[in-house]
């Protein structure tokens, strides 16, 4: 059964930095893997995407802040925030496409205030 942890999430102020990382378990095969985020009172959005290769993938907001990288050898796939700002405030999700089917994280929540 496919499981992803995420880890990381906590209160920074803004422009400050934190390093998210989740840890996929119960694959087969490397798969492409990114990072989503919800702020209260709005949708799901995409944030990042890197592929089995490492071609990455940036919404425009968080380009030159934020850097997606990963460890096909330990299955884990890391967003390293810098600069950020309250706007960045939400719950990071990890997501894994296979096939037709995407499997996410439980989430954790980054927070940007002073």
């Known amino acids: 059964q496919v499981q992803l942890v995420e880890s990381g999430g906590g209160l920074v102020q803004p422009g400050g930095s934190l390093r998210l990382s989740c840890s996929a378990s119960?694959?087969?095969?490397?798969?492409?893997m990114g990072w989503y985020r919800q702020a209260p009172g709005k949708q799901r959005e995409f944030v990042a995407r890197?592929?089995?290769?490492?071609?990455?993938l940036y919404v425009d907001s968080v380009k030159g802040r934020f850097t997606i990288s990963r460890d096909n050898a330990k299955n884990t796939v890391d967003l390293e925030m810098n600069s950020l700002k309250p706007e960045d405030t939400a719950v990071y999700y990890c997501?894994?496409?296979?096939?037709?089917?995407?499997?996410w994280g439980q989430g954790t929540q980054v927070t940007v205030s002073a």
């Open positions: 997501y894994m496409p296979v096939g037709f089917k995407t499997y």
């Open positions: 119960g694959i087969s095969s490397i798969r492409d």
């Open positions: 890197i592929s089995s290769g490492g071609i990455t």
